[in-house]
T-cell receptor
Framework: SAVISQKPSRDICQRGTSLTIQCQVDSQVTMMFWYRQQPGQSLTLIATANQGSEATYESGFVIDKFPISRPNLTFSTLTVSNMSPEDSSIYLC??????????FGPGTRLTVL | RKEVEQDPGPFNVPEGATVAFNCTYSNSASQSFFWYRQDCRKEPKLLMSVYSSGNEDGRFTAQLNRASQYISLLIRDSKLSDSATYLCVVNLSGGYNKLIFGAGTRLAVHP
């Protein structure tokens, strides 16, 4: 399976600021995904990022709040903009593999004060 | 109705016990099915895919009933290291690879 890293691993931010999370994969992948896991909850898909095209956002998530970049086949970023305490979550990126499986990065734990 | 529903748990079992988790999904067009395991403060990791004919991987057995839209996971001879949250996951496919996660069932195996 692919080796996925995320930066930062955790951060504490002030409300109103923005944070950009990086996701790096050790091999080229077609699709990358960004998920959110709120405290005590399961994972919710934010958006799907394909290289060379606009990200596809799920219901309830918008580009202005969560802009995504996918400059090449091994890298993506997710920005959490104008943060509020409700954005405190773990943010995870994943990549697709064979048979529709996905493998996840270690996550970024975000706390917004 | 949630798209993927699981037993609420937690399940507290002694070592050596057999434990079964159930899961139902609402979208009959779902194509692929998985069990993921998530340890505390860690990312989910794929435990096993679930095939229509049922499949086994060591102490773990997964079953799928498409007619009932039901998925199960059986763990035999539980180990302390099995303690984790088990996530039932469904893939809608149909254009792109979208995973829908259940809320998870927490398992605690005690000595």
């Amino acid at each position: 399976s692919a080796v996925i890293s995320q930066k930062p691993s955790r951060d504490i931010c002030q409300r109103g600021t923005s944070l950009t999370i990086q996701c790096q994969v050790d091999s080229q992948v077609t699709m990358m995904f960004w998920y959110r896991q709120q405290p005590g909850q399961s994972l919710t898909l934010i958006a799907t990022a394909n290289q060379g095209s606009e990200a596809t956002y799920e219901s309830g998530f918008v580009i202005d709040k969560f802009p995504i970049s996918r400059p090449n086949l091994t890298f993506s970023t997710l920005t959490v903009s104008n943060m509020s305490p409700e954005d405190s979550s773990i943010y995870l990126c994943s990549v697709d593999a064979s048979y529709n499986e996905q493998f996840f990065g270690p996550g970024t734990r975000l706390t917004v004060l | 109705r949630k798209e993927v529903e699981q037993d609420p748990g937690p399940f507290n079992v002694p070592e050596g016990a057999t434990v079964a988790f159930n899961c139902t999904y609402s979208n009959s067009a779902s194509q692929s099915f998985f069990w993921y395991r998530q340890d505390c403060r860690k990312e989910p990791k794929l435990l096993m895919s679930v095939y229509s004919s049922g499949n086994e991987d060591g102490r773990f057995t997964a079953q799928l009933n498409r007619a009932s839209q039901y998925i199960s996971l059986l763990i035999r001879d539980s180990k302390l290291s099995d303690s984790a949250t088990y996530l039932c996951v469904v893939n809608l496919s149909g254009g792109y690879n979208k995973l829908i996660f259940g809320a998870g069932t927490r398992l605690a195996v005690h000595p």
